[in-house]
Each structure stands twice: as structure tokens, then as C-alpha cells.
């Protein structure tokens, strides 16, 4: 009977050990830390700055300056949190940063200056420049000259109309009887094709105005 003394109690040991040796094992285990690639909170706030900035300089120029002083709020806003972590960036993330930051402000230099030189007075020759898309003296055109003088203008009315400002209206209307007198002295000279073209060019101006002025009016 004392034979099967020593096999048992190895057992017993052997069992009672099991548990006990994986307890010391799951103890000596340091906690999981967080990796050199996990993201911090302010290296995920200079990505959204990135593709705040990005975003901003990817758009149209057109319509952007009713926006530009929520969008100032919002560089000044993020920027002013980012600075003053600035310290916890990467290396790499600060040249980024830093990237980021002048070209949003480059953009923004640009956009201060298109408004600035959008509030100055137009000339009436500039304005004629700009909706004809070049330099001609009207009254001494050439009757062969006009089609396309009246197709430069109805093309720059379809295109920017829905930015333009009462003055911007009033600039093409005075072009437009200015090309208007001239037709009428010149008018003879032209055929008929020519002139019916003329004359269908002219109608649709009045009605893209009118439909101006009836947008304005259901504001009101």
C-alpha cells in the first residue's frame, strides 16, 4: 500500500502547481502599452486640420467670400488648439503643420486681396474689358465685329450671372446698348442671318436680366 504513496502525492503536486504557475505567469505579464503608431488625440487634430486646409484651398474662388470670416473663426479655432500642443507633435507632424498652416494663410492673403480689389470702383472701359473679354472701342467696331462682340458678352452673363452684383448687371446693360447703337449705324452692312443672330442674342440678355429682377423681387 506505502507504493502508491509517493506517485499520488506527485500528482496532487503536480495538479495543485497547474494553476498556481499559470497565476504567476499572468502576473509577471506587463499591461499592453500604446504603440510609437497609435494616434494621439493631437496628431488626429492635425489631421483634420489637413483636410480642413485642403478642402478650403480645393475650392472655387466664386462664393467663398461670404464664407471667409466663419472660415478665419475656424483657423484661428483649430490652429489655436494645435499650437498650444504643439510640443507633443512628431517631428514630422510639426514640418506638416507648419506646411498646412502657411498655405491656408497664402490662401487667405489671396482672398483678401481679391475683395479688397473687388470693392474698388470699376472703370466703365474696365468693365467693358472684363465682359467682352477684350479690348475693343465699341463705336468704332466693324458691323462684322458685332455677332461676336454680342456672343462675348452673352457668354460671360451665362456663366457669372449668379454672382453678379447690381453694379455687375448695370455694367453689362450699358455694354450691351452700347453694342446696340453701333449695330443700329451698322446694321446694313450685316446679313440677314447675321442680324437675326443679333437680334436673338439680344433677347435673351433681357431675359436673363428680368429673371434677375424677378428673383430679387420674391426676396423682397
Known amino acids: 500500500m506505502k507504493r502508491f504513496l509517493l506517485p499520488i502525492t506527485l500528482l496532487a503536486a503536480g495538479l495543485s502547481g497547474t494553476p498556481l504557475a499559470a497565476t504567476a505567469q499572468q502576473k509577471s505579464t506587463p499591461a499592453k502599452q500604446p504603440t510609437a503608431s497609435t494616434p494621439s488625440a493631437i496628431e488626429r487634430d492635425l489631421d483634420v486640420f489637413s483636410d480642413w486646409v485642403n478642402d478650403k ?27 498650444t500642443a504643439i510640443d507633443s507633435l512628431s517631428n514630422q507632424s510639426k514640418r506638416e503643420y507648419s506646411t498646412q498652416k502657411k498655405r491656408y494663410q497664402n490662401w487667405e492673403s489671396k482672398q483678401d486681396s481679391l475683395d479688397a480689389a473687388a470693392r474698388k470702383p470699376e ?18 467696331a466693324r458691323a462684322n465685329e458685332l455677332p461676336e462682340l454680342y456672343l462675348h458678352l452673352l457668354e460671360t452673363t451665362r456663366e457669372q450671372r449668379r454672382g453678379w452684383t447690381q453694379a455687375d448687371w448695370s455694367a453689362a446693360s450699358t455694354v450691351l446698348e452700347r453694342l446696340n447703337a453701333r449695330y443700329e449705324q451698322v446694321r446694313e452692312q450685316l446679313p440677314l442671318e447675321e442680324r437675326v443672330r443679333i437680334r436673338s442674342l439680344q433677347a435673351e440678355f433681357r431675359t436673363l436680366e428680368k429673371a434677375r429682377d424677378a428673383k430679387d423681387l420674391m426676396k423682397e
Open 57 to 83: 484651398l480645393d475650392r472655387a474662388e466664386v462664393g467663398v467670400k461670404r464664407e471667409l470670416p466663419r472660415i478665419k473663426e475656424d483657423f484661428e479655432r483649430q490652429s489655436k488648439r494645435l499650437d
Open 123 to 140: 472703370t466703365a472701359s474696365a468693365a467693358q474689358r472684363r465682359l467682352l473679354n477684350e479690348t475693343v472701342t465699341i463705336s468704332k
